[in-house]
């Protein structure tokens, strides 16, 4: 985009990083941040290679990625089903956190294209516990830049097979391998986190999209999906 995002130009942009369910609040004295990398074939077949940030601390979770220039951020509180989008170099964001003709009512974006829509794992000792029509097997340990993770296969009935590999101490998803995507957290650094980062600037205006284009999306995405 070599212009300045409309608020349409934006929910477009939403096209790459659609919603999937976040059943459970993170661990509260979970803190990290880290540099993510999502690898493949972007949805309209052509190749894609975007790179973007995460921050967590106390339960509270912040996303960013860039496209061409522009930082897109979203500001995820599961445990108060908050999710923000905000666009800082326009000055407005998008409260997504419950949109009514979307399944489950709450939903948290992919971290980046092609990346898990949360990282954070709430049940280790069986991953997709809350994933409602998946299962898991667990592979056995393995190491994702020298970093030792577990690593897991899950599959849905309705989708092909796919592994995620999940850093037991940080209890977080480093790597996962699905459909053609290859999705990497690196450069992890625990500890914490400035408080401003997961904070709604007071300068921001709130704008309103419509929710039908996020359900298309959702469902254009992600056949595998229970209907």
């Known amino acids: 985009m070599s212009k300045l995002m ?13 919603s999937l369910p976040l059943i459970a609040a993170p661990a509260a ?19 894609m290679t975007m790179t973007g940030k995460l921050w967590v601390s106390h339960g509270m ?34 409260d997504v956190s419950a949109l009514s003709g979307t399944r489950g009512g709450f939903y948290t974006d992919d971290l980046i294209p092609g990346g898990p829509a949360d990282v ?7 991953p997709c516990a809350n994933e409602p029509g998946v299962h898991c097997k667990r592979i056995g340990p393995d190491s994702v830049n020298g970093r030792p993770c577990e ?8 989708g092909k097979p796919w592994t995620e590999c999940i850093d037991q101490g940080l209890g977080a ?28 600037p007071a300068d921001m205006k709130l704008v309103v999209l419509q929710p039908n284009s996020y359900q298309m999306d959702y469902e254009t995405l992600h056949p595998e999906a229970p209907k």
């Open 6 to 18: 409309t608020s349409s130009q934006t929910l477009a942009y939403g096209l790459w990083i659609i």
């Open 29 to 47: 004295d979970v803190s990290f941040s880290a540099q993510v990398t999502s690898m493949g074939t972007s949805p309209d077949g052509g190749s």
């Open 61 to 94: 979770i912040r996303r960013e990625s860039l496209d061409e220039g522009h930082v897109m951020v979203v500001l995820n509180d599961p445990a108060h089903k908050k999710s923000l989008h905000l666009v800082p170099d326009q000055g407005f964001y998008e």
């Open 120 to 126: 954070l794992v709430h049940d280790l000792k069986n």
């Open 151 to 158: 690593k897991w296969q899950l599959a849905s009935a309705a």
């Open 173 to 200: 998803i480093i790597e996962q391998d699905r459909n053609g995507r290859l999705f990497t957290l690196t450069e992890i650094r625990e500890g914490p986190q400035e408080a401003s980062l997961f904070l709604l």
